[in-house]
């Protein structure tokens, strides 16, 4: 078996895919930061070339379609473990069948793009709610999570089109890194936890933040207590970083 | 009276209102202003009742010049009131919205001076907020019974959905327990935002820069269990809704008693289950093409809360059934008992490639517990017992007879039920600490919420 490491970024995994599809040996692709060595396993170091990149980009768009590769994109962002080996499974199956093999709702490597891009998309959307800002000096605004998936490319124009008019910064602890807006554009930079502490800890605590938790106490009815069901659309792991909980 | 004091009346006093979705509008923020509407409708928080919270829900005031029985606003009560200013109120919304704690306003009131005073003041916010701020959210608010037709042209100028309550389901009803109002005040707006919303589509369809008037569409709510009409009245004046008025939602909320009166019923327990099945039935509405005849008559008015109203009505037209899951046209596929929506879609997609098998729909997010005896595949039927009413009837029946767990004149004590070792409920290991909601003896509790039925 041969483990194809690369280094974390779409581009450097669809090099890796450039290589590992054509090997006849069995293949494994793993995430640098992810990669534990196996004694019979063969490592092979995949340094990210992006015309290699681009040749599988292209040649997925104009050979499948635009959904299958919108679909291999949010997989990625899915950010789960081994998701690269049900990327390279489905694209080899593509090819195979054609990209009508997509309507086989039926196969198990489609119900698998399914279900993880079902989730990347899941929480992406739950997000969009989820986001709490701190206003940490007039009109600037800083929020942290820990989404489960690498969901920050999936929020991006949600903020920027809801929150044109005010800075803010949206922080992925886990993934260290952020959504910065500042008025004109929206972009994505890497942001340590420990900068991200001091953006948080630079202003007094924000008066709103004891409103909103009185609204929300207002607002449950006690006589419908339901806490399974508060659980089950809002899991206790995201609790720690809303201000009303 | 501090702005907290004032929060924790006006939300406390709106809370029952259950209607808290923002969907169906689509608004984006043009330049600099801010705020934007997504049409798929984003939750901000659950509370721990279960319930999304999406908009700042409140009430202007909730001083009452009238006395609606059910309502634990009414003048006759002695219960904190307060006022929000207008200002505050947009205050409020606008530093919510910035801190994305919520999607927009909600904004109701009770009736204070008269019903014309009261809507100037609800549109006052509301422009405010759109002319003054530049604010794009969501805006839902209420119009009030009574109110003149230029004041409810007004509000829907600013508003992304507007509503009237109906809450009582019969005119009978009303005037027993909400004697100051009447079916005319009420269908009067609802019947004058329709009229206005094609009009104005109508405009816009000539005129680009005609504004599109409430484009979340109007919603109502409904109590359920209050008075005495049965299921299919309630349904029966949903489609009505839907056909006739154009409404995007009807709300069902099961009575909670908050006051006594001698024309009230005395309830102990909201009959949450009964509005659970209320809202499947409503979904079989909407999205899977039932009549309200169709799924009741004069002879069954109610639902059997043992089934959801799906599988009632499977059970009641069984010369239907089976389909053949490769044959069966779409529509077809969708009246099957344990198939939704999506996963009669995921059925239509995958028989293209290739016949399925009966392996295949679990795959497909089919639940075989209910559809097993509805179905046929590649003419084979594996249900596990006959195709027969009686037979299908017992095997689906929950072991808990869910008929008595939501008699409402009756305290169910769960515990009882829980320490009884013969019956071990799927859904709730580890057995909870605390009652659980009686929603969960429901194996398709989630089915309301989702609409898979
Ligand atoms: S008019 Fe509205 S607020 Fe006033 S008592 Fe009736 S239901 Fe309650």
């Given at each position: 078996?041969?483990?194809?490491?690369?280094?974390?970024?779409?581009?450097?995994?669809?090099?890796?895919?450039?290589?590992?599809?054509?090997?006849?040996?069995?293949?494994?692709?793993?995430?640098?930061?992810d990669?534990?060595?196996?004694l019979?396993?063969?490592k092979?170091?995949?340094s990210?070339?992006?015309?290699?990149?681009?040749?599988v980009?292209?040649?997925?768009?104009?050979?499948?379609?635009?959904?299958?590769?919108?679909?291999?994109?949010h997989?990625?962002?899915?950010?789960?473990?081994?998701?690269e080996?049900?990327?390279?499974d489905?694209?080899?199956?593509?090819?195979?069948?054609?990209?009508?093999?997509?309507?086989?709702?039926?196969?198990?490597?489609?119900?698998?793009?399914?279900?993880?891009k079902?989730?990347?998309?899941?929480?992406?959307?739950?997000?969009?709610?989820l986001?709490?800002?701190?206003?940490i000096?007039?009109?600037?605004?800083?929020?942290?999570?820990?989404?489960?998936?690498?969901?920050?490319?999936?929020?991006?124009?949600?903020?920027?089109?809801?929150?044109?008019?005010?800075?803010?910064?949206?922080?992925?602890?886990?993934?260290?890194?952020?959504?910065i807006?500042n008025?004109?554009?929206?972009?994505?930079?890497?942001?340590?936890?420990?900068?991200g502490?001091?953006?948080?800890?630079?202003?007094?605590?924000?008066?709103?933040?004891s409103?909103?938790?009185?609204?929300?106490?207002?607002?449950?009815?006690?006589?419908?207590?339901?806490?399974?069901?508060?659980?089950?659309?809002?899991?206790?792991?995201?609790?720690?970083h809303l201000?009303?909980? | 009276?501090?702005?907290?004091?004032?929060?924790?009346?006006?939300?406390?006093?709106?809370?029952?209102?259950v209607?808290?979705?923002?969907?169906?509008s689509?608004?984006s923020?043009?330049?600099s202003?801010?705020?934007?509407?997504?049409?798929?409708?984003?939750?901000?928080?659950?509370?721990?009742?279960?319930?999304?919270?999406?908009?700042?829900?409140?009430?202007?005031?909730?001083?009452?010049?009238?006395?609606?029985?059910?309502c634990?606003?009414r003048?006759?009560?002695?219960?904190?009131?307060?006022?929000?200013?207008?200002?505050?109120?947009?205050?409020?919304?606008?530093?919510?919205?910035?801190?994305?704690?919520?999607?927009?306003?909600?904004?109701?009131?009770?009736?204070?001076?008269?019903a014309?005073?009261?809507?100037?003041?609800?549109?006052?916010?509301?422009?405010?907020?759109?002319?003054?701020?530049?604010?794009?959210?969501?805006?839902?608010?209420?119009?009030?019974?009574?109110?003149?037709?230029?004041?409810?042209?007004?509000?829907?100028?600013?508003?992304?959905?507007?509503s009237?309550?109906?809450?009582?389901?019969?005119?009978?009803?009303?005037?027993?327990?909400?004697?100051d109002?009447?079916?005319?005040?009420?269908?009067?707006?609802?019947?004058?935002?329709?009229t206005?919303?094609?009009?104005?589509?109508?405009?816009?369809?000539?005129?680009?820069?005609?504004?599109?008037?409430?484009?979340?569409?109007?919603?109502t709510?409904?109590?359920?269990?209050?008075?005495p009409?049965?299921?299919?009245?309630?349904?029966?004046?949903?489609?009505?809704?839907?056909?006739?008025?154009?409404?995007?939602?009807?709300?069902?909320?099961?009575?909670?008693?908050?006051?006594?009166?001698s024309?009230l019923p005395?309830?102990?327990?909201?009959p949450?289950?009964?509005e659970?099945r209320?809202?499947?039935?409503?979904?079989?509405?909407?999205?899977?093409?039932?009549?309200?005849?169709?799924?009741?008559n004069?002879q069954?008015?109610?639902?059997?809360?043992?089934?959801?109203?799906?599988?009632?009505?499977?059970?009641?037209?069984?010369?239907?059934?089976?389909?053949?899951?490769?044959?069966?046209?779409?529509?077809?596929?969708l009246?099957?008992?344990?198939?939704?929506?999506?996963?009669?879609?995921?059925?239509?997609?995958?028989?293209?490639?290739a016949?399925l098998?009966?392996?295949?729909?679990?795959?497909?997010?089919?639940?075989?517990k209910?559809?097993?005896?509805?179905?046929?595949?590649?003419?084979?039927?594996?249900?596990s017992?006959?195709?027969?009413?009686?037979?299908?009837?017992?095997?689906?029946?929950?072991q808990i007879?869910?008929?008595e767990?939501?008699?409402?004149?009756?305290?169910?004590?769960?515990?009882?039920?829980?320490?009884?070792?013969?019956?071990?409920p799927?859904?709730?290991?580890?057995?909870?600490?605390q009652?659980?909601?009686?929603?969960?003896?429901?194996?398709?509790?989630?089915?309301?919420?989702?609409?898979?039925?």
């Open positions: 078996m041969k483990d194809y490491v690369y280094d974390g970024s779409f581009d450097g995994l669809l090099t890796a895919i450039f290589y590992a599809y054509q090997d006849k040996d069995r293949v494994k692709i793993v995430k640098a930061a990669y534990i060595p196996h019979l396993n063969i092979i170091s995949v990210t070339e992006t015309d290699k990149a681009d040749r980009y292209n040649s997925i768009y104009s050979k499948l379609s635009y959904d299958t590769l919108s679909n291999i994109y997989l990625y962002l899915s950010d789960i473990p081994d998701v080996n049900v990327i390279l489905y694209i080899k199956l593509c090819f195979k069948y054609s990209d009508t093999i997509n309507l086989a709702k039926n196969n198990d490597t489609i119900r698998m793009v399914d279900k993880y079902r989730r990347a998309y899941g929480e992406a959307h739950l997000f969009k709610g986001v709490r800002f701190k206003e000096a007039p009109l600037i605004f800083y929020s942290q999570i820990e989404p489960d998936h690498n969901i920050l490319p999936l929020i991006i124009d949600h903020f920027k089109r809801r929150f044109s008019d005010q800075h803010f910064i949206i922080h992925d602890l886990k993934r260290q890194y952020a959504i807006y008025l004109k554009e929206a972009y994505l930079r890497d942001l340590s936890v420990e900068e502490n001091q953006l948080s800890h630079s202003s007094e605590s924000d008066p709103f933040e409103l909103f938790k009185s609204f929300y106490q207002s607002i449950t009815i006690e006589e419908r207590h339901n806490e399974r069901q508060q659980r089950s659309y809002m899991p206790k792991r995201y609790w720690k201000v009303e909980m | 009276m501090t702005i907290q004091e004032k929060l924790e009346i006006l939300t406390g006093a709106a809370k029952y209102d209607s808290c979705s923002s969907s169906g689509k608004r923020s043009k330049g202003e801010l705020g934007s509407v997504s049409s798929g409708g984003i939750c901000h928080t659950f509370t721990p009742d279960g319930r999304c919270v999406s908009l700042l829900k409140i009430l202007l005031t909730n001083y009452c010049i009238y006395d609606c029985a059910y634990a606003n003048k006759s009560n002695d219960i904190n009131r307060a006022a929000f200013t207008i200002d505050e109120v947009v205050e409020l919304t606008i530093h919510f919205y910035r801190r994305n704690y919520i999607e927009g306003l909600f904004l109701s009131s009770a009736v204070f001076k008269n014309n005073h009261t809507m100037e003041m609800l549109t006052s916010v509301i422009q405010k907020l759109r002319t003054d701020k530049g604010f794009g959210g969501y805006i839902h608010v209420k119009a009030i019974p009574g109110a003149s037709q230029e004041l409810i042209n007004e509000a829907g100028l600013y508003a992304d959905r507007m009237v309550n109906i809450e009582l389901p019969s005119d009978r009803s009303l005037k027993l327990l909400a004697p109002k009447n079916k005319e005040d009420i269908f009067k707006p609802m019947k004058q935002i329709s206005n919303i094609l009009n104005y589509q109508e405009e816009h369809r000539k005129y680009k820069k005609t504004p599109i008037y409430v484009p979340g569409g109007q919603s709510q409904l109590i359920i269990g209050a008075t009409e049965n299921d299919l009245d309630i349904l029966s004046l949903s489609q009505k809704l839907y056909d006739k008025y154009d409404l995007k939602r009807v709300y069902y909320s099961a009575y909670i008693p908050v006051n006594t009166a024309n005395d309830i102990k327990n909201p949450t289950l009964r659970h209320l809202y499947q039935g409503d979904w079989l509405l909407r999205k899977y093409g039932f009549k309200a005849h169709e799924l009741l004069e069954k008015p109610d639902f059997d809360i043992n089934f959801d109203p799906k599988t009632n009505w499977a059970l009641n037209n069984l010369s239907l059934f089976p389909v053949e899951i490769n044959q069966a046209p779409y529509g077809v596929l009246r099957v008992p344990g198939i939704g929506v999506r996963s009669a879609q995921k059925i239509a997609s995958a028989r293209r490639i016949p098998n009966y392996l295949d729909l679990k795959k497909l997010g089919v639940v075989l209910r559809a097993q005896y509805f179905i046929t595949c590649n003419t084979k039927y594996y249900g017992v006959d195709l027969d009413e009686e037979k299908i009837r017992t095997v689906l029946k929950p007879d869910l008929n767990a939501d008699n409402p004149y009756e305290q169910l004590n769960l515990f009882d039920r829980l320490s009884d070792s013969s019956w071990k799927k859904l709730l290991l580890p057995l909870a600490l009652i659980p909601s009686k929603l969960l003896l429901a194996e398709d509790c989630l089915t309301s919420v989702t609409g898979e039925l």
